[in-house]
């Protein structure tokens, strides 16, 4: 009897807590409601399961306890009653598994007028590069990473002269326009999160991998790391600005392109120096020792 | 209800062929797996070559497990909670097959290494495919290093037909050129290394060469401790042990022996074809 | 003949199985320390096994206090607890879980079950414990190495395994791999008897589908784990060339903190790609033996038939098949061709069909049972809850868009809590209070148990559900501490501070369930024989607890399956399976004493 009620309670209070729980999604900035539409559809199908599976074990603890006098019915199988069984499984997975891939087409079918950035990973900080006037961003190597040339842009690439270069943990987004985010890492492998656009991806050494999204509100988000990436993993921070494009355009326009932080560089003054980026925060620098 | 005959010989004999059979899918279907790999690696074009691959072994194992579980217990559509009237299901002697537990274990182990084989072959797909891979010139001491081997498998084999036939001595100088010939193999390898580090390719220079290394590596070490099981069989065939008490021994190695070969000759056909 | 079980054929005369060439231990050394005995093997597993576990509890409490108390404790600083939680998952993966099931369970019940004397291939057998011992030590002595144990999370993902900004680059990882290589070629040793002994050893009458579900998820495993371990072997091996030799397998041209270093084109990812195609194989690895023991509680305990018995062998058989394909859904964000996860959501997502069905004939074997609420049975019960909330949001993960946001965030770590951590752990403890008077033939403490029980599955359910809603807030995983943020609100901290002190009551449980564990073999209560009244094997045996050779002179002849509870005709509402068909309707013997002997002296 006891037993019973206490599942009773599991189920309900799991119900209540998921009811209750003041802990939910952050609101979503961007154009992967659909995520949260699965997810929301899992959810009802899955707790229900869980519910009526619960339920009906309390029922038969309730129901069959020991009895002296009594036997177990014997019964070895019941054919028809597990063909019923997996068929509606089936059917359930499928309500699940029809959208999830439907929105997945979506995820991996990058518009073709999508913008471009390119977000760039290092032990423990976020940089970024946008393309610039030809919208095209310029070829790079790891080679090439030198104090002046923190990206490693191929300085003989006349695509990647005008590529802008924003050398600390903040990044700008324009409102409503579909972007490319392209993810390239200089060391280990990290994980470009921020938790309203629900898209991530890890960024991979060697590779460049990449998601899209359409910002769809304004206002700053904090960019994570989502992939263990060693001691200083958890202070791996930035910002993501989400901004009209007039202002994103302005704001643009203020940061210097790659060929100018070469002509700086070379009078002496680098302003894009590791030590001196907003991305060494305090702890970094414990961390660093 | 009469109890059915049954006289303890009578034991069902036919679930030997499908066990055998089992395994034969599982490492044919393994080594199978392997050829199909070098396919990919000749059309290289294809992406992931090695993932795709590896989705191969996975879906090889798969189809394993469920037709292993189909060969070995044909009985798996039996309904056990129903009496079984006039079959000698009583008799089931408890082995799925005839086999001695020793040869069964030794072809589970060779599944275990053959999927050791084929996941280095998959890694080695996947490797390729990026640009620093520079194919490195096979020694032609591997040529010579093939042939040992080979030789060493015959002997083995004759070491085995021998010893099946009670044959003393045909048993020992078997076993006895078995092993000469395999040590040779290792000592030839060995050389082969050295060739190549005479000439600059260092494991770690680049990928193709550091494939190279493991492989022989691992391949010769599989190969030293069968030389292990060797030296105590021949070890005790020298003591006067009588053949008969051996023979199994010497089957096991001489499976092994040629199971290693197979093994090798893939890996050889791969270096050389990329 | 009035029912079916008489139909039954009658006597039998005892197989002529070729007994197994027996080791007799000479001294106490050879009896208790190498030993070649399948028992005494599985206790030296168990006890292994636990001792390493312990360890990883109390890792496990040390990185609780940081979460729910940052900045609290000097001694925890970032590289003691990233190593933590390294530690902490590699063990209780591993170390514990998969040498527990299957060394321990698997060394001590297999021949029990099935029939047999002993393991096909003692001496092996022994030898795997003694590499499996040789891996735990290497374990141990990496806490010790200079730079301390590896934190490079449990995958173990190069590059950053063997850089220097993860702890423990140095001899941490060193000693990890090799840890892991020792663990594999025991293992193998240990696997290659568990195989062979299922399909070789069984007793005359022990078809296949006669077996226990137990046997079937530990020999289901055990391939499994044959097939999966060579891949964390290759990758082990290739990881280690990469650290000393300085070979690029994995390692990409990197510029780790201003500096090139010489690797060069490697592939992070193919490492991933290794080292899934055994980690998902892994949670099978554990959840197959579990499925399978909790199989037999669920029916001893509630004293009827397994439901759907043949569903049951056939799911086991088509999960431990599928998930070799479906490994790469823990790589939905690594950067791998996006194209794949069309391919790993579907076979993902059709890996849950026959795993329902299993749950649906755990409880459809509850409906119309007679239902015992003993402790392993309320152990069961608790399983049931938390393996299908942990399956269902597997269901979440394994759906690859949902993936996208929930992966790498405390919902995961609240899911392979759930269904991987306490619903395998639940089934261990059933199955230790079901089977402990069997190997020491004292009952274990009830009063003890049902504390240790309700506190384990109420805490452990505490802990873990609202962990998830964490990770829907989007709390990353493997966090030193949360920080700052715009988006996680205060009462998150107090939720994670909760967390913790539920964390650390349920320790507390542990340790009382260590000294029931301890106090009962002295002062238990009597079990009896087939204090359970159960029909398997193992509760049959000649001696109580079964002696050297498991059967006394003869080996039991086995008549009919394992589930034979509640059958209408009988005398008794079990029948075990070694009861000769003549004697079902009368055998007003067989009671508490069990069958003693039935094999040996058939008709009266
Ligand atoms: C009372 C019991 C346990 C507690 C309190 C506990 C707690 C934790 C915590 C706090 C983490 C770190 C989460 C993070 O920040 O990423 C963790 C990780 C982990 N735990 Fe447990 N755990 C327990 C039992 C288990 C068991 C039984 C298993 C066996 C499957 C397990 C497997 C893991 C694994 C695989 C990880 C991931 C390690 C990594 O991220 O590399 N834990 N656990
Ligand atoms: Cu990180
Ligand atoms: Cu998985």
Redesign the interface.
């Given at each position: 009897m006891v037993?019973a009620l206490i599942?009773v309670l599991?189920a309900v209070g799991?119900v209540a807590?998921h009811l209750l729980?003041?802990?939910?999604?952050?609101p979503i900035a961007s154009n992967?409601s659909?995520?949260d539409h699965?997810?929301i559809i899992?959810f009802w199908i899955?707790?229900v399961?869980?519910v009526a599976?619960?339920l009906?074990?309390a029922y038969?603890?309730f129901r069959?306890?020991?009895?002296k006098d009594?036997?177990?019915?014997?019964?070895?199988?019941?054919k028809k009653?597990?063909w019923w069984?997996?068929g509606l499984?089936?059917v359930g997975?499928a309500a699940?598994?029809a959208p999830?891939?439907f929105?997945?087409?979506q995820?991996?079918s990058v518009p073709e007028d999508a913008a471009k950035i390119e977000v760039v990973g290092?032990?423990?900080q976020w940089s970024f590069r946008y393309p610039g006037k030809d919208g095209v961003l310029g070829t790079t190597d790891?080679?090439n990473?030198t104090?002046e040339n923190p990206f490693?842009l191929n300085p003989n690439d006349p695509k990647g002269q005008d590529d802008v270069l924003v050398q600390g943990p903040e990044a700008r987004l324009p409102l409503d326009k579909p972007v490319k985010v392209l993810?390239r890492a200089?060391?280990?492998?990290h994980?470009f999160?921020v938790?309203?656009f629900?898209?991530?991806?890890?960024?991979?050494?060697?590779?460049i991998?990449y998601f899209w999204i359409t910002p769809t509100r304004t206002g700053?988000?904090?960019v994570?790391?989502?992939?263990?990436?060693?001691?200083?993993?958890?202070?791996m921070?930035g910002k993501v600005v989400v901004e009209p494009e007039s202002e994103f355009q302005a704001w643009l326009q203020e940061q210097p392109t790659f060929a100018q932080s070469l002509a700086r560089a070379g009078t002496g003054t680098p302003d894009i120096n590791?030590a001196s980026s907003e991305g060494g925060s305090e702890p970094l620098e414990r961390?660093?020792k | 209800m009469p109890a059915p005959a049954m006289s303890p010989g009578a034991r069902p004999r036919r679930s030997r062929v499908r066990v055998s059979r089992v395994l034969a899918v599982v490492v044919a279907g393994l080594l199978g797996g392997a050829a199909e790999a070098s396919a990919h690696v000749s059309g290289s074009a294809a992406a992931a070559p090695g993932l795709i691959y590896l989705i191969v072994v996975g879906a090889t194992i798969v189809l394993s497990l469920i037709a292993g579980a189909y060969f070995i217990g044909q009985t798996l559509t039996e309904k056990p909670w129903l009496p079984v009237p006039g079959k000698v299901v009583h008799l089931h002697d408890g082995r799925a097959s005839s086999l001695p537990s020793a040869t069964l274990g030794l072809r589970v182990f060779l599944a275990v290494v053959a999927v050791v084989f084929s996941l280095l072959v998959a890694a080695y797909a996947e490797r390729m495919a990026f640009p620093d891979w520079r194919p490195l010139p096979e020694p032609w001491l591997l040529w010579p290093n093939t042939a040992v081997l080979i030789l060493s498998s015959i002997a083995l084999q004759w070491a085995r037909v021998s010893a099946r036939r009670g044959q003393d001595e045909g048993a020992k100088l078997g076993l006895l050129a078995g092993g000469v010939f395999a040590f040779a193999f290792l000592a030839g390898q060995l050389l082969a290394w050295q060739q190549l580090r005479a000439t600059g390719y260092f494991a770690a220079a680049n990928p193709a060469n550091s494939f190279f290394y493991l492989i022989t590596a691992l391949h010769g070490l599989h190969l030293l401790g069968g030389l292990v099981a060797w030296g105590l069989t021949t070890a005790k065939l020298w003591r006067g042990v009588e053949v008969f008490r051996v023979q199994a021994s010497v089957e096991l190695c001489a499976v092994y022996w040629h199971f290693l070969l197979v093994v090798w000759v893939v890996l050889f056909g791969l270096l050389l074809i990329t | 003949m009035a029912h079916a079980a008489h139909a039954e054929t009658a006597y039998v005369p005892p197989a002529e199985v070729p007994d197994v060439e027996l080791y007799h231990p000479k001294t106490f050394l050879g009896k208790y320390i190498w030993c070649q005995d399948a028992k005494v093997i599985a206790i030296q597993y168990a006890i292994t096994a636990t001792a390493i576990g312990l360890v990883a509890l109390v890792l496990s409490w040390l990185m609780r206090l940081q979460l729910g108390f940052p900045e609290s404790f000097s001694f925890i600083d970032e590289s003691s607890y990233y190593q933590f939680i390294t530690m902490h998952g590699m063990i209780m993966v591993i170390y514990l879980l998969t040498a527990l099931f299957l060394g321990g369970f698997g060394n001590y019940l297999i021949p029990l079950m099935v029939g047999a004397r002993d393991m096909v291939f003692p001496y092996v057998n022994m030898l795997s414990y003694w590499v499996y011992l040789a891996a735990v030590l290497v374990l141990v002595a990496s806490f010790f190495a200079p730079g301390g144990p590896t934190g490079a999370g449990w995958t173990l993902y190069p590059p950053q395994a063997i850089l220097q900004g993860t702890p423990g680059s140095g001899w941490g990882i060193i000693l990890m791999l090799a840890s892991l290589a020792l663990f594999i070629i025991g293992f193998t040793m240990g696997g290659l008897n568990y195989v062979v002994t299922v399909l070789q050893a069984r007793t005359r009458g022990m078809t296949l589908l006669r077996m226990p579900l137990t046997v079937w998820g530990i020999f289901v495993a055990t391939i499994l784990a044959l097939l999966a371990f060579p891949a964390l072997f290759v990758g082990s091996v290739m990881m280690m060339l990469d650290r000393l030799l300085g070979t690029s397998f994995f390692m990409p041209a990197i510029v780790e903190m201003g500096e090139r270093l010489q690797y060069n084109g490697g592939s992070p990812l193919l490492f991933q790609h290794l080292f899934w195609f055994f980690g998902h194989p892994e949670v099978y690895i554990v959840a197959l033996p579990a499925f399978g023991i909790v199989s037999d509680l669920i029916s001893t305990h509630a004293r009827r038939n397994i439901f759907g018995y043949r569903m049951m062998v056939w799911a086991i058989v088509a999960i431990g098949g599928l998930s070799f394909i479906v490994w790469a859904h823990h790589m939905y964000v690594s950067g791998m061709n996006p194209y794949f996860g069309f391919f790993f959501a579907t076979t993902t997502l059709i890996i849950a069909v026959p795993t329902a069905l299993k749950v649906y004939n755990w409880v459809l074997t509850l409906w119309r049972g007679n239902i015992h609420l003993t402790l392993p049975m309320l152990f069961s019960l608790a399983f049931i809850i938390t393996f299908v909330n942990g399956g269902i949001t597997g269901l979440f993960l394994g759906n690859v868009v949902v993936d996208v946001p929930l992966s790498d965030t405390m919902f995961v770590v609240a899911h392979f809590h759930m269904v991987m951590g306490v619903a395998p752990i639940l089934v261990i403890f059933g199955a230790i209070y079901h089977w402990y008077p069997l190997i020491t033939g004292r009952m274990l403490n009830e009063a003890m148990g049902r504390f240790h029980f309700w506190v384990t599955f109420l805490g452990a359910y505490a802990i873990y559900l609202p962990m998830h809603y964490l990770g829907f807030l989007g709390v990353p995983r493997r966090y030193y501490e949360m920080g700052e943020t715009m988006f996680v609100p205060e009462s998150a901290h107090f939720l994670n501070a909760g967390m913790s002190v539920v964390a650390l009551i349920v320790g507390f449980a542990q340790m009382v369930f260590l000294f029931n564990l301890a106090w009962s073999a002295f002062k238990g209560r009597e079990a009896g024989r087939n204090p359970w009244r159960a029909t398997t094997l193992e509760w049959q045996t000649h001696e109580s607890p079964p002696g050297h050779g498991n059967w006394g002179p003869a080996l039991p002849v086995v008549y009919r399956w394992a589930y034979a509870y509640g059958v209408p005709g009988a005398a008794q509402d079990f029948v075990p399976q070694n009861l000769p068909p003549d004697r079902v309707a009368t055998a007003a013997d067989v009671d508490h004493e069990g069958v003693r002997g039935v094999a040996v002296q058939p008709a009266e």
């Open positions: 037993v599942l599991v799991s807590f729980s003041p802990w939910w999604w952050t992967w659909y995520i699965t997810i899992t899955t707790g399961v869980f599976i619960i009906f074990m038969c603890v069959y306890r020991y009895r009594r036997r177990a019915e014997y019964e070895p199988e019941n009653m597990e069984l997996t499984t089936s997975v699940m598994l999830g891939l929105v997945w087409n995820f991996v290092e032990q423990w790891p080679r990473i104090p490693g993810l200089k060391d280990v492998l994980d999160y938790p309203q629900r898209a991530k991806m890890d960024l991979v050494p060697g590779m991998t700053t988000f904090d994570l790391c989502a992939e263990l990436c060693g001691l200083g993993h958890h202070v921070r590791l961390l660093l | - | -």
